[in-house]
Nanobody, 119 residues
Framework: QLQLVESGGGLVHSGGSLRLSCAGSGFRLDYYAIGWLRQAPGKEREEVSCISISGGSTKYADSVKGRFTISRDDAKNTVYLQMDSLKPEDTAVYYC????????????WGQGTQVTVSS
């Protein structure tokens, strides 16, 4: 069974940090570009960040540039999202997603992990 498993979410105070992990189960993540998306209550899902197959190219939403860092460890079959200087507006369910062709064109998503930032 092919799965994306997110972990690392939780409750943190404003200014704090969290590191999200996205592990592939049953398939290799290094064959794909991997993105992180988020969805806050009452809002549409938005792309936060994406990393290319080789890891040589990354992209970030303007709202998280300079605060979030995406990386991949192919040996561990895992992609990470390091989130620093968190703000209450970062509160959302965070999903990792697989892009067969390129970032922003996602084919399937994990179940998500909740991130809550208190003020």
């Amino acid at each position: 069974q092919l799965q994306l498993v997110e972990s690392g979410g939780g409750l943190v105070h404003s200014g704090g940090s969290l590191r999200l992990s996205c592990a592939g189960s049953g398939f290799r993540l290094d064959y794909y570009a991997i993105g992180w998306l988020r969805q806050a209550p009452g809002k549409e899902r938005e792309e936060v960040s994406c990393i290319s197959i080789s890891g040589g190219s990354t992209k970030y939403a303007d709202s998280v540039k300079g605060r979030f860092t995406i990386s991949r460890d192919d040996a561990k079959n895992t992609v990470y999202l390091q989130m620093d200087s968190l703000k209450p507006e970062d509160t959302a369910v965070y999903y990792c997603a697989v892009a067969v062709t390129q970032c922003s064109e996602y084919d399937w998503w994990g179940q998500g992990t909740q991130v809550t930032v208190s003020s």
